[in-house]
């Protein structure tokens, strides 16, 4: 009996409603009516709110999805003309480089063999290179390798494919060098720190200056005379010793070579005029 009252008053609101829903419908404006609408109209405006704000989050939720993606095409896009950028440059360099050295090839008259620098050592008491030119290529020990700016050092060993280039800074290296502008003879000796040093008679020290360009001087037809070895940086002052020494700033900076000739014919030419203080 309790359900079946329960049942009956459910029913009875159910019509109820029914029948307010169609009196309003029919455009009645009845006062069950106004209340009704009194009682839904903010449920109606909370879920009109609702609706629209999940439709502004997924739209701005799809908008932000397609903002990233295409961000993440562009950065790749970036790096990618990026590197292309980096490549042309490279390009661009290794053209310059290798035009000068071919323009210098041209003026030497000497034979020589470009190379490609594939390994250096540059540390404790050991500052070579080593190109990828050897005894197939026809290079023997001793060859002098140059590039534009002047003298990078001697080929020490020689294999199959490949040869190592003792560097002028090496501490067993020695050139036999002049002073340009006085024609003061010495020695230009490597050193374990790194440096070159131009080492020449104490009676010569008046006649030697900072600034002052040092080239190789032939004797020993080892190396072409007039090659450009370095300028004097500063002299040491060995007091009443028999030799002083002039540190010097190499002409090659041997950390930034790529491309070397090697000579490989006759060494006994004077070159002078193909160099300048300015390389």
């Known amino acids: 009996m309790r359900f079946r009252r329960y049942i009956l008053l459910g029913s009875v609101l159910v019509v109820s409603l029914l029948l307010l829903t169609v009196q309003t419908r029919g455009g009645g404006t009845g006062r069950a009516g106004d209340a009704i609408a009194i009682v839904l109209a903010p449920v109606q405006n909370v879920l009109v709110r609702m609706h629209r704000g999940a439709i502004s989050l997924w739209t701005t939720y799809v908008d932000w999805k397609s903002v990233w993606r295409e961000n993440m095409v562009l950065r790749a896009e970036s790096e990618r003309l990026r590197l292309q950028a980096l490549q042309v440059e490279e390009t661009r360099s290794e053209n310059f480089r290798l035009r000068h050295l071919l323009a ?9 063999l470009a190379g490609e620098v594939i390994g250096r050592e ?17 290079i023997g020990r001793q060859a002098p390798v140059i590039v534009t700016t002047g003298l990078v050092g001697r080929v020490v060993q020689v294999r199959s494919s490949t040869s190592v280039i003792q560097l002028l800074s090496d501490p ?17 000796e490597g050193d374990a720190d790194g440096v070159m040093r131009f080492k020449f008679m104490a009676r010569d020290g008046a006649h030697v200056a900072a600034g002052d360009y040092v080239v190789t001087s032939g004797l020993g037809n080892l190396f072409p005379k007039g090659l450009p070895i370095g300028r004097v940086a500063r002299i040491e002052d060995k007091g009443s010793a028999l030799f002083h020494f002039a540190v010097l700033t190499p002409a090659v900076d041997t950390s930034r070579v790529e491309e070397v000739l090697l000579l490989t014919g006759q060494t006994t030419q004077d070159l002078a005029g193909l160099f300048t203080p300015d390389g």
Do not use: D, H, I, Y
């Open 172 to 188: 067993v290296s020695t050139v036999g060098a002049t002073v340009q502008r006085t024609r003061t003879q010495g020695l230009v």
């Open 104 to 112: 210098l090839r041209e003026q030497l008259p000497l034979s020589t």
């Open 122 to 138: 540059t540390g404790g008491w050991v500052r070579t290179l080593m190109v990828n030119r050897g005894r197939s290529s026809g």
